[in-house]
């Protein structure tokens, strides 16, 4: 059985898997986007990139040792889904702003609403979707000793 790599690895992890697949469907997804609509492209390269990285997050990122059954993929695609609404608003609201805005701002703007869209996502999969639902989830709450001797004493 492997053990599960704690909040800080597993943060690293996603960002190199998670954000190795966004820069890559980040350069997709406008390339797409020169044979049918953005919003079209964009849902495409999402959902692929989804699949992919749902399996890299179960494998590598949180360590379960085994791949993602239907429910986390469905829950993957949820928060996906969540993302994907992110980052067409944060374009169609440069469009509206910005009428032919340059390839460079769109890729700013869309890496930015991918960024802070992942922090989302890295939230919902390590305490719910790939959450080890063996052992309910602790907080570690630092305990000060009880003195020996009561703190106030009667005066005769």
Known sequence: MTTAPG???SFVRFVVCGGGVGVLS???VPLLAALMPWAV???LITVASTILCTELHALFTFGTGRRPGLREHWQSAGS???AYAATSAA???LHT???SPSMLTEQIVYLSASALAGIGRFLVLRLFVFADRGTPAT???PVR???ATPVFSAVA
């Open 7 to 9: 909040p800080f690895a």
């Open 97 to 99: 702003v910005q009428a």
């Open 26 to 28: 980040s350069l997709a």
């Open 139 to 141: 907080v570690a709450i």
């Open 41 to 43: 492209a964009n849902a």
């Open 145 to 147: 000793p009880v003195p």
């Open 91 to 93: 374009i169609l609201v």
């Open 80 to 82: 996906a889904t969540a």
